[in-house]
């Protein structure tokens, strides 16, 4: 496989360039795109994926995630791999997740020489030296080498809330503190203003690990206001649907982080973000502090 064939391409490299290289980690390739990420085989196929530092797709090839702190954990390579796949097209993710299994034919990408020798400078420069960080959520970073350019970016990763592999499994808590939040003036609706979010636009939407989709549209022809608008596709109950979600205000900066709120909303609302298993109880059980909704809602 083309995925074994490069691991052992870079092992040996590393070999080669003696103890210079030693404390360098270990390459590990899996692929993207040849099986589904969402159903591994097993707490083996975990862990290959959550530990791999090199993801190997038919045309790219990422290097990550290198987290810029020694001891945070989070995000994995599940992370990675998980988020990539939520991304590619809805056919391609039809194959991949509500298809009957895939079968390969031929190897790709062709590892010639220019490849595997990027590929292999840019795993030593990055791979053995953590990545400062630039956003609250930004938590690691990701290396995305295009395989037919070799141009290569740096793009952030936030963890996975569903990761098998490093999600957090206590359970969640039962009562949040909500403070006040009065108005800031007359003619203000929100207690603050988007821009004092700093919403981490980049791990947001990029078109490798994007929580909201691959990149976010400007509507220039609106008369009106700056419409932004993106989409990305969520796996429900029995298909694949498409998740949408837009922002307008009075410039594109502003519609942006408006869009961006809105698609985070969604996001959480259509499943739930949380690997611990839920609290049940009966209402009568709880009724000095929960909602009769049959009451409540039928008024």
């Given at each position: 496989?083309?995925a074994?064939?490069?691991e052992?391409e870079?092992?040996?490299?590393?070999?080669?360039?003696?103890n210079?290289?030693?404390?360098i980690r270990?390459?590990t390739?899996?692929?993207l795109?040849?099986?589904n990420?969402?159903?591994?085989?097993g707490?083996?196929?975990?862990?290959?994926?959550?530990?791999?530092?090199?993801?190997?797709?038919?045309?790219?090839?990422a290097?990550?995630?290198?987290?810029?702190t020694?001891?945070g954990?989070?995000p994995?390579?599940?992370?990675?791999?998980?988020?990539?796949?939520?991304?590619?097209a809805q056919?391609?993710?039809?194959?991949?997740?509500?298809?009957?299994g895939?079968?390969s034919?031929?190897?790709w990408?062709?590892?010639t020489?220019n490849?595997?020798?990027?590929?292999?400078?840019l795993?030593?420069?990055?791979?053995?030296?953590?990545?400062?960080?630039?956003?609250?959520m930004?938590?690691?970073w990701?290396?995305?080498?295009?395989g037919?350019?070799?141009?290569?970016?740096r793009?952030?990763?936030?963890?996975?809330?569903l990761?098998?592999a490093?999600?957090d499994?206590?359970?969640e808590?039962l009562?949040?503190?909500l403070?006040?939040?009065?108005?800031?003036?007359d003619?203000?609706?929100r207690?603050?203003s988007?821009?004092?979010?700093?919403?981490?636009?980049?791990?947001?939407v990029?078109p490798?690990?994007?929580?909201?989709?691959?990149?976010?549209?400007?509507?220039v022809?609106?008369?009106?206001?700056?419409?932004v608008?993106?989409?990305?596709?969520?796996?429900?109950y029995?298909?694949?649907?498409?998740?949408?979600?837009s922002?307008?205000?009075?410039?594109?900066?502003a519609s942006?982080?408006?869009?961006y709120?809105?698609?985070l909303?969604?996001?959480?609302g259509?499943?739930?973000?949380?690997r611990?298993?839920?609290?049940?109880?009966?209402?009568?059980?709880?009724?000095d502090?929960?909602?009769d909704r049959?009451?409540?809602?039928?008024?």
């Amino acid at each position: 496989m083309v995925a074994q064939a490069l691991e052992a391409e870079l092992t040996r490299r590393r070999a080669l360039d003696g103890n210079e290289r030693v404390a360098i980690r270990p390459p590990t390739v899996v692929t993207l795109g040849a099986d589904n990420v969402e159903a591994p085989a097993g707490e083996d196929g975990v862990r290959a994926r959550r530990d791999a530092t090199v993801h190997l797709g038919s045309s790219v090839v990422a290097i990550g995630p290198f987290t810029s702190t020694s001891t945070g954990a989070r995000p994995c390579g599940y992370c990675l791999g998980a988020r990539w796949q939520r991304l590619r097209a809805q056919f391609e993710r039809q194959a991949i997740e509500l298809g009957s299994g895939l079968q390969s034919t031929g190897e790709w990408p062709i590892l010639t020489g220019n490849l595997l020798d990027s590929v292999w400078q840019l795993y030593l420069e990055v791979a053995g030296r953590p990545s400062g960080t630039g956003g609250v959520m930004e938590e690691a970073w990701v290396w995305v080498l295009d395989g037919q350019t070799l141009l290569t970016r740096r793009l952030p990763l936030v963890a996975d809330p569903l990761c098998p592999a490093c999600a957090d499994q206590r359970p969640e808590p039962l009562t949040a503190e909500l403070p006040p939040a009065p108005k800031r003036g007359d003619d203000e609706y929100r207690a603050r203003s988007v821009e004092s979010l700093a919403l981490p636009d980049r791990s947001l939407v990029n078109p490798v690990c994007g929580i909201l989709g691959r990149s976010s549209f400007l509507s220039v022809t609106s008369p009106t206001t700056a419409p932004v608008h993106g989409r990305v596709v969520f796996k429900g109950y029995h298909r694949l649907a498409e998740l949408t979600w837009s922002g307008q205000g009075n410039s594109f900066a502003a519609s942006r982080g408006l869009a961006y709120l809105e698609g985070l909303e969604r996001y959480a609302g259509i499943a739930r973000r949380h690997r611990a298993e839920p609290l049940i109880a009966a209402y009568e059980d709880v009724a000095d502090r929960a909602i009769d909704r049959e009451v409540r809602f039928l008024r």
